[in-house]
């Protein structure tokens, strides 16, 4: 059975369950996969307890506020995680792209395999696009901050962010209408970003925010998602992953 631990926020974890099951249409009850969200949406916010200057790994922050808010969170996620090894999950995934800052220590701290979901985005972009090629990332500015794309990305591909202005103009308040429920919204504040990208010959462009998938294919079928040239949807590509693993355990 896949875990998937959500909350981070709602809707993400929802659409996740979502596309996991049109992935895997079955024609009887019996031939969809087994899957258990953990809507554990008590989790401190991930953002916020991100520190200005924590670019470097959690065992890196100096500053003692900063350590006790990332603790906070990496204690919640482990929890989640346990209640869903409790209840028979082979291995779990996160569809929450600033929650894989935590992931190295998360992953030290529970005896149960869990997919990285930047990780499977990075291996997906490798057999889509040429070496040195500029990919565009959308995310928080907590994922932005930390670099958990950077991580894998920098070495192949160039990528690139919004300026500051669009990062908060647009980018932010599409991820906040999104968590509130004004989709609508979300899908028209967050046309500047793209069209930023787009103007810096960006061949990709990720959604590293759950969130932004929703503002920007909210008006459109599964079918145009699936076969988008321009996004990159770490959603889609965690639930491509997941079943994968899911066949093959």
Known sequence: MIGILGGMGTQAGLDFCNKLAILYRGKIDQDYPLFLLYNKSNIPGRPESIGIHTRNLSNKIKNFKNKKKYLLVLKSLINGCKVLKKSKCKFIVIPCNTAHYW???????????????????????????????????????????????????????????????????????????????????????????????????????????????????????????????LFLDPNLILAYAAMKKYKNR
């Open 103 to 229: 992931f190295e220590d998360l992953k030290k701290k529970i005896n149960i395999p869990i997919i990285n979901m930047p990780k499977e985005v990075f291996n997906y972009t490798k057999k889509k696009c040429k070496k040195s090629s500029s990919i565009g990332l959308l995310a928080t500015e907590g994922t932005i901050k930390t670099g958990v794309y950077n991580k894998f990305f920098d070495k192949n591909f160039n990528l690139i962010f919004p300026s500051k202005i669009i990062q908060k103009n647009s980018v932010n308040k599409a991820i906040k209408f999104v968590k509130m429920g004004n989709v609508k919204k979300a899908n028209k504040v967050i046309k500047p970003a793209i069209d930023y990208l787009k103007k810096k010959d960006c061949k990709k462009i990720v959604l590293g925010c759950t969130e932004l998938p929703i503002a920007i294919f909210a008006f459109k079928s599964f079918k145009t998602i699936k076969s988008s040239r």
